[in-house]
């Protein structure tokens, strides 16, 4: 998709149709990987969240797959509504503790 | 937001002046964490804190002040040296262990007037 406003990578995506974002993490000693979610002015919003012992994990309409074999996380979201329109941050933590590392985000637009 | 309240929401700062960001949490965690967050990047590290009366910088301390004298709260001051303030702030906190997610609050823009 185009890049808009913010510069960042950008998904349109029909309403109903599955979305997929993707994130190339940067350290293969991270062990736990993140997806956030921030709408508008709004501060961050935790989806689902995966350890490094799993390649998949599912949620309510989401689904995260990880490789770590080339470092990527993926966001799976079914059935994409127009509520989903946001920016999707995925997090790893580098430094193996409770501090994150963000990635710059994915703009998710849903078009009715 | 989870149990953390941010205030103000909008903050104007003028030429030369310091100005203090109010992040409270009532969820009992013992780690806190501000960010910065710029159009079209990502949440940069600026102070956290793993516990009361000890903080550490992150990526981006310069020009920021931080203190943690109680539990449930973790003030940020944008000093006069900090020469591009405008932005989004974001404080969050976690219970403190390794791989546990953080909880954000809904963030105070400051702009410079």
């Known amino acids: ?112 | 937001d989870g149990g953390i309240t941010q205030s103000p929401k909008y903050l104007f700062r003028k030429e030369g002046q310091n100005v203090t960001l109010s992040c409270e949490q009532n969820l009992n965690h013992d780690a806190m964490y501000w960010y910065r967050q710029d159009p079209g990047q990502g949440l940069r590290l600026i102070y956290y804190s793993q516990i009361v009366n000890d903080f550490q910088k992150g990526d981006i301390a310069e020009g920021y002040s931080v203190s943690r004298e109680k539990k449930e709260s973790f003030p940020l001051t944008v000093t006069s040296a900090q020469k591009n303030p405008t932005a989004f702030y974001l404080c969050a906190s976690s219970p403190g262990t390794a791989n546990e997610k953080l909880f954000f609050g809904s963030g105070t823009q400051l702009s410079v007037l």
Not at chain 1, 78 to 93: I, K, L, M, R, W
Request: glycine share 8%; aromatic share 8%.
């Open chain 1, 1 to 112: 998709g185009e890049s808009v406003g913010l510069h960042l990578p950008t998904l349109s995506v029909q309403e109903g149709d599955n979305s997929i974002i993707n994130c190339a993490y940067s350290n293969s000693a991270s062990d736990y990987f993140i997806w956030y979610k921030q709408e508008s002015g709004k501060g961050p919003q935790f989806i689902i969240d995966i350890r490094s012992n799993m390649d998949k994990r599912q949620g309510q309409r989401v689904t995260v797959l990880l490789n770590k074999t080339v470092k990527h996380l993926s966001l799976q979201i079914a059935a994409t509504q127009p509520g989903d329109s946001a920016v999707y941050f995925c997090a790893e933590n580098p430094y193996g503790n409770n501090r994150l590392a963000f990635g710059k985000g994915n703009q998710v637009v849903v078009i009715p």
